[in-house]
């Protein structure tokens, strides 16, 4: 149903808008030498102290995985919902998203 699908959605825009802040937190450039990935943080994180950046990065890093994850339910739903599969309920729906998230926190940790 409608319902259900504006869980995903608001759940991508809440990711969204965390990412958001998170960006305009770091300001983080990404500089790629050869086998080498360097992330450097030039924004009002710095003001704080180089761990605080380095902690938002990791949340920026999950951030980023959660979007790819609501992508893939986002798809899944509507291909049930295309094939005439009835709503799962928002319940259902907000329990398979968080535990599409748990394999993120040992990553974040």
Not at 34 to 43: I, L, Y
Not at 74 to 83: C, E, I, K, P
Request: aromatic share 12%; proline share 3%.
């Amino acid at each position: 149903s409608c319902q259900d699908y504006s869980i995903i959605v608001f759940n991508t825009a809440f990711n969204d808008l965390f990412s958001l802040i998170l960006h305009t937190l770091l300001n983080a450039r990404l500089f790629i030498n050869g086998t080498v990935v360097v992330h450097m943080a030039s924004g009002p994180c710095r003001a704080i102290c180089d761990i605080f950046c380095a902690f938002l990065f990791e949340l920026i890093h999950d951030s980023i995985m959660q979007t790819c994850s609501l992508i893939a339910i986002s798809f899944w739903y509507r291909n049930g919902v295309l094939h005439g599969k009835k709503s799962v309920g928002w319940c259902k729906l907000q329990t398979i998203m968080l535990l599409v998230y748990l394999p993120h926190v040992p990553h974040f940790v």
